[in-house]
């Protein structure tokens, strides 16, 4: 029996540790994981992690630093980036100074938890370096390879794939009038209190006009803990605030997106990546317009999609219904049949036009890579040539030197240091956390009020 490859993934929240190990699974199907989570602001908590439902052989919270000195001393055979650009380019040059030159070292693959709606540029060139860069669909797939070629680097590591987490039953309409609608909210879009408190009164009050409908609002995190983005102004609190309270056919809740999406007939957001896994099912789909079409909330992304609705609209009954074209487009095309997955809803993912498998490609470059018996050193875009301001200051943030060597004390030593010790420093780093948290989404926001003053 062949042995088992062995592949890391390294993730820096919650969502991108879904992506990641969900990716993984696709790329190398009979595989050992191994999960590392990138200390920092948005490291999830076990119970987020537990929400997602993907769990890995082991799993422990590392430093960048850490991080490169464990995929030097243990042999892997894939690396998956699950993180945001800068960290991604940190690994990749910390990859290069390991492995100057060809060499036996991991295959490193990388790309986008979802929709990808801002910072094309900045993002993408972040992410050069890697063997493979996904793009979750066509679209995206040539939006890449434009950035690429439009610096004159080479675009041959973008791969067209698909999202690993869109998949689940069909949808299966019990009449003509949805029964449960779901609000997926977002931690950052939209940022101001007043617009996501008129969000959240705009649900109540929908559920308030159709009192034979259940309207959830899913939640993606409690206050206290953070997601992929800072979340300033929770719905949590928000909703305390609605004068008499949520009406009883509304109500807040948490879990697993694809868990709660079996039971919807609507979904109902702003540009949440949710609307792709919606979409995927068939699911009456709505991204709202009520606060405009703009790029900083993220809906121009579904433009020609046929889901740009506001909730007067929804308030009347309309149920959305997304555009063939453009969901295939989006690499997004309607379920085929009943699930074929092997677990729960966090573990499906969706297949490629007329049934194909949307990770064929990416597989076969990742066998052949794993086939070769040296594989040259990355080659970033960024180097000290090419972004000589901009690139050390970004491995400074992750405690690396301009090369990608580690900063001195970057690593701690592995062995010498007493369980107590490591105990005490994980509780002082969660206040630490705590601390941050309480001042982002309680002292900043009075701050921002005082200043308006």
């Given at each position: 029996?062949?042995?088992?490859?062995?592949?890391?993934?390294?993730?820096?929240?919650?969502?991108?540790?879904?992506?990641?190990?969900?990716?993984?699974?696709?790329?190398?199907?009979?595989?050992?994981?191994?999960?590392?989570?990138?200390?920092?602001?948005?490291?999830?908590?076990?119970?987020?992690?537990?929400?997602?439902?993907?769990?890995?052989?082991?799993?422990?919270?590392?430093?960048?630093?850490?991080?490169?000195?464990?995929?030097?001393?243990?042999?892997?055979?894939?690396?998956?980036?699950?993180?945001?650009?800068?960290?991604?380019?940190?690994?990749?040059?910390?990859?290069?100074?390991?492995?100057?030159?060809?060499?036996?070292?991991?295959?490193?693959?990388?790309?986008?938890?979802?929709?990808?709606?801002?910072?094309?540029?900045?993002?993408?060139?972040?992410?050069?370096?890697?063997?493979?860069?996904?793009?979750?669909?066509?679209?995206?797939?040539?939006?890449?390879?434009?950035?690429?070629?439009?610096?004159?680097?080479?675009?041959?590591?973008?791969?067209?794939?698909?999202?690993?987490?869109?998949?689940?039953?069909?949808?299966?309409?019990?009449?003509?009038?949805?029964?449960?609608?779901?609000?997926?909210?977002?931690?950052?879009?939209?940022?101001?209190?007043?617009?996501?408190?008129?969000?959240?009164?705009?649900?109540?009050?929908?559920a308030r006009k159709h009192p034979d409908r259940e309207v959830l609002i899913k939640l993606r995190s409690k206050p206290g803990e953070h997601t992929t983005h800072l979340e300033e102004q929770p719905y949590q609190r928000l909703a305390e605030r609605i004068p008499g309270g949520l009406p009883p056919n509304c109500r807040l809740v948490y879990g697993n997106m694809g868990e709660v999406l079996d039971g919807a007939d609507l979904l109902v957001t702003v540009s949440s990546t949710a609307a792709l896994e919606s979409l995927h099912r068939s699911i009456p789909t709505a991204i709202l317009t009520d606060l405009g079409i703009r790029e900083a909330l993220g809906n121009h992304h579904f433009l020609g999609s046929g889901?740009?609705?506001?909730?007067?609209?929804?308030?009347?009954?309309?149920?959305?219904?997304?555009?063939?074209?453009?969901?295939?487009?989006?690499?997004?095309?309607?379920?085929?049949?009943?699930?074929?997955?092997?677990?729960?809803?966090?573990?499906?993912?969706?297949?490629?036009?007329?049934?194909?498998?949307?990770?064929?490609?990416?597989?076969?470059?990742?066998?052949?890579?794993?086939?070769?018996?040296?594989?040259?050193?990355?080659?970033?875009?960024?180097?000290?040539?090419?972004?000589?301001?901009?690139?050390?200051?970004?491995?400074?943030?992750?405690?690396?030197?301009?090369?990608?060597?580690?900063?001195?004390?970057?690593?701690?030593?592995?062995?010498?240091?007493?369980?107590?010790?490591?105990?005490?420093?994980?509780?002082?780093?969660?206040?630490?956390?705590?601390?941050?948290?309480?001042?982002?989404?309680?002292?900043?926001?009075?701050?921002?009020?005082?200043?308006?003053?």
């Amino acid at each position: 029996m062949p042995e088992r490859k062995r592949v890391a993934v390294l993730a820096d929240s919650d969502t991108r540790w879904k992506w990641g190990a969900l990716t993984a699974r696709r790329l190398v199907p009979d595989h050992q994981l191994t999960g590392f989570l990138l200390r920092g602001r948005a490291t999830p908590t076990a119970r987020q992690l537990g929400e997602v439902g993907v769990r890995a052989d082991r799993l422990s919270e590392v430093t960048c630093a850490e991080f490169l000195a464990e995929i030097e001393r243990e042999r892997y055979d894939v690396v998956v980036l699950a993180l945001v650009g800068g960290a991604v380019q940190a690994v990749l040059h910390g990859a290069l100074a390991l492995w100057p030159a060809p060499a036996e070292r991991p295959v490193l693959v990388t790309g986008y938890v979802g929709v990808v709606y801002e910072k094309l540029a900045d993002g993408l060139l972040l992410r050069h370096g890697a063997d493979l860069v996904l793009a979750n669909s066509r679209h995206d797939a040539q939006r890449f390879r434009a950035v690429y070629e439009g610096v004159g680097a080479d675009a041959a590591a973008v791969t067209e794939t698909a999202l690993p987490f869109l998949g689940g039953a069909p949808y299966e309409p019990a009449g003509s009038r949805a029964r449960t609608v779901v609000f997926a909210i977002q931690p950052s879009v939209p940022d101001s209190r007043a617009d996501r408190a008129y969000l959240l009164e705009r649900a109540a009050g929908h559920a308030r006009k159709h009192p034979d409908r259940e309207v959830l609002i899913k939640l993606r995190s409690k206050p206290g803990e953070h997601t992929t983005h800072l979340e300033e102004q929770p719905y949590q609190r928000l909703a305390e605030r609605i004068p008499g309270g949520l009406p009883p056919n509304c109500r807040l809740v948490y879990g697993n997106m694809g868990e709660v999406l079996d039971g919807a007939d609507l979904l109902v957001t702003v540009s949440s990546t949710a609307a792709l896994e919606s979409l995927h099912r068939s699911i009456p789909t709505a991204i709202l317009t009520d606060l405009g079409i703009r790029e900083a909330l993220g809906n121009h992304h579904f433009l020609g999609s046929g889901c740009l609705a506001s909730w007067d609209q929804l308030d009347s009954g309309l149920l959305p219904t997304g555009d063939p074209l453009w969901l295939a487009a989006q690499g997004v095309l309607p379920a085929p049949g009943p699930d074929r997955g092997t677990g729960g809803a966090a573990d499906r993912a969706t297949d490629g036009a007329g049934g194909a498998d949307a990770y064929a490609v990416a597989r076969a470059k990742v066998a052949g890579l794993l086939a070769a018996t040296r594989l040259p050193p990355p080659a970033p875009y960024y180097t000290r040539t090419t972004a000589p301001r901009y690139l050390p200051g970004i491995l400074a943030r992750h405690h690396l030197a301009p090369d990608g060597t580690p900063l001195p004390g970057a690593v701690r030593p592995a062995t010498g240091e007493s369980r107590l010790r490591r105990r005490l420093r994980g509780h002082l780093r969660e206040a630490a956390r705590g601390a941050y948290r309480h001042g982002v989404q309680r002292v900043a926001p009075v701050i921002r009020r005082l200043g308006e003053l």
